[in-house]
């Protein structure tokens, strides 16, 4: 069984960072991808970023390309997601998953069978 335990989140002024981290547990974690997504209060859950868990290939949603970068550190099981340039817009609940099927894709939510609780992020204007 794989376990995800974000942290990171708070409350930060618009154009602030945070970096939020996402622990991973588990005797068989081996991961494929690795991901972060958001929900913001009234809207669905959606796609943020992604990164290969061996070749650290990375993706991201079109609203944070250029101010999110998400990394990993391999042997450590963490999966970091640095936020910069936050606006009230990037106000949600985080969350990180684990994808270790082989199904296509690593911006659907359905292809990611571990999910973490998730950690708030609140930007105020």
């Known amino acids: 069984q794989v376990q995800l335990v974000e942290s990171g989140g708070g409350l930060v002024q618009a154009r602030g960072s945070l970096r939020l981290s996402c622990a991973a547990s588990?005797?068989?974690?081996?991961?494929?991808?690795m991901g972060w997504f958001r929900q913001a209060p009234g809207r669905e859950r959606e796609f943020v970023a992604a990164?290969?868990?061996?070749?650290?290939?990375?993706h991201y949603a079109d609203s944070v390309k250029g101010r999110f970068t998400i990394s990993r550190d391999f042997f450590g099981n963490t999966v970091y997601l640095q936020t910069n340039s936050l606006s009230p817009e990037d106000t949600a609940v985080y969350y990180c998953?684990?994808?270790?099927?082989?199904?296509?894709?690593?911006?659907?939510?359905?292809?990611?069978?571990?999910w973490g609780q998730g950690t708030q992020v609140t930007v105020s204007s």
């Open positions: 998953a684990a994808k270790t099927s082989l199904r296509v894709g690593v911006k659907e939510e359905d292809v990611y069978n571990y």
């Open positions: 990164i290969t868990w061996n070749g650290g290939a990375t």
């Open positions: 588990g005797r068989d974690f081996s991961p494929i991808v």
